[in-house]
Each structure stands twice: as structure tokens, then as C-alpha cells.
């Protein structure tokens, strides 16, 4: 196999993880504004939330405009979250919880890199192949890596909410490529989503790699 030119990676279930689970992090941060509601609840209704949501791009809105979507997107899936869960009613400052919350998700504290990661980053640096990410993510991206001390290894990052598509539109992978001046067949893209990222990358006419990490 031909080296690449280049290697985009997916982020959250690729790169890094939720160090225990959505569901709980939800949970434990309703506590502290008083609000009692079962971990698995949450993470069920969660899941259920996000599946049903429409992806997170937005076309057609000016740069300055995305981060008020990205957050309102998330107020609306977070607050169907606690409504599925039955615990909406029991918050006395929603508003309050939701803000914490989505600052806290843009630190390194909920997250954890998988062990295969950085040995990765650093052999393909070695190798001198450009690294670049392409996410279905929000502009937390950025802050994310930066604390988990990955930012660094890549050239570029391409997320949703920027392009205003999301994968597995091939959109989303001819931008990427774009920025680094390649071709699709000199490419490589790996994520732990069949649909997104390797049925996605197969159709853009990358080299389409699927991480499953179940």
C-alpha cells in the first residue's frame, strides 16, 4: 500500500472518548444544581435525542453566526435529553446547568485519548504524512485538542459546522482535501462510523479505513 499524502481522522470515538459515559457526566452535573436523575436514563434518552436530531450543520450562515447555532443546537437536544429522562421539570436554572455544562465539555476533563493514539500521531509524523481531522463536531473542537495536547499533530481541521455539511456528504472530504492541495486517491480517512466515515470517504473516493472500537 502506497504511503499518503495525507491522513484525515475522525475525533470523538477515534481519537478520544467520553471517560465514562454521556449519561453520567449529565447526571452528575444536574446534581450539583440539585436535580437527582438516573445516569442510564440519560444516556438513553441521550442517544435516542441525537439520533433523531438533524446533523450539525448549518449552510448558508455567515462565520460569525455558527457558534450561537452550535450552542442552540445543543440546548435543544440536551433539553429533549432531560425531558425524555423526565427530570426537565425538577431544574430551577436550566440556562445555568446547560452553560457549565457545555463549557465543560470543551475542556479535557470529560475525555479521554485512546491508548493507540499519540504512538500513531507520532509514527506518521516520523513518516512525514500530513495529518488533518474531519468531524461531524462543533468549534469545540479546537479547545479540545488543544488541552488534550493533540492540536499540534494536525495540518488541518475541517468540522461540520464550518462547512455547513456534514458527513458522510462528500462535501465535507473535498474540503478537507482542498487544504492540503490532494487528491481523494492520495488520501486516507479513518473513523470508528461505518456510515460516516468509511461509506463517506469510500464515495469522496478516499482511501476509507473503518476503526471499530466497540
Known sequence: MNKPKVIFLDAVGTLFSVKSSVGEIYSEAANRFGVEVSAAALNKAFYKSYQESSPMAFPGL???EIAAREIEWWKILVTKSFETAGAIDKFTDFSGFFDELYAYFATAEPWFIYSDV?????????????????????????????????????????????????????????????????????AWHIG???????QGAKAAGLKAIWLNRS
Open 62 to 64: 455567515y462565520p460569525q
Open 118 to 186: 499519540l504512538p500513531t500521531l507520532k509514527q506518521w509524523q516520523k513518516l512525514g504524512v500530513e495529518l488533518g481531522i474531519v468531524s461531524n463536531f462543533d468549534s469545540r473542537i479546537y479547545s479540545v485538542l488543544s488541552t488534550l495536547n493533540l492540536l499540534d499533530f494536525f495540518t488541518s481541521i475541517t468540522i461540520s459546522t464550518e462547512v455547513g455539511a456534514a458527513k458522510p456528504e462528500s462535501q465535507m472530504f473535498f474540503q478537507a482535501l482542498e487544504k492540503h492541495c490532494c487528491p481523494a486517491d492520495a
Open 192 to 198: 470508528d462510523s461505518y456510515k460516516e466515515d468509511y
